[in-house]
Nanobody
């Protein structure tokens, strides 16, 4: 059974930085596309960034130039570096593992104070 565990969220002032991690267990990793999503209160879950098994990355327009997704296949972990945070980045951040099925972590809260 694939399990994903996110960590690294917290409370930060606007302009600050955080690094989120998503550790994967119970499944293959290097051949899997991974993504970070977020859901703010009252809003739909949205894609923030994704990274393919080959390292290709994709970002939502709202985070381009501020967020960076990366992966460490040896550690079976995907990261999301969040810089220049804004109040509108406040949300629960989830990672997604996509192979034959989709798996989600439990989420980590990011709160940006203005």
């Amino acid at each position: 059974q694939v399990q994903l565990v996110e960590s690294g969220g917290g409370l930060v002032q606007a302009g600050g930085s955080l690094r989120l991690s998503c550790a994967v267990s119970g499944g293959t990793f290097s051949s899997v596309n991974m993504g970070w999503y977020r859901q703010a209160p009252g809003k739909q879950r949205e894609l923030v960034a994704s990274i393919s098994s080959g390292g290709w990355t994709n970002y939502a327009d709202s985070v381009k130039g501020r967020f960076t997704i990366s992966r460490d296949n040896a550690k079976k972990t995907v990261y999301l570096q969040l810089n220049s945070l804004k109040a509108e980045d406040t949300a629960v951040y989830y990672c997604r593992y996509t192979l034959s099925s989709d798996y989600w972590g439990q989420g980590t809260q990011v709160t940006v104070s203005s």
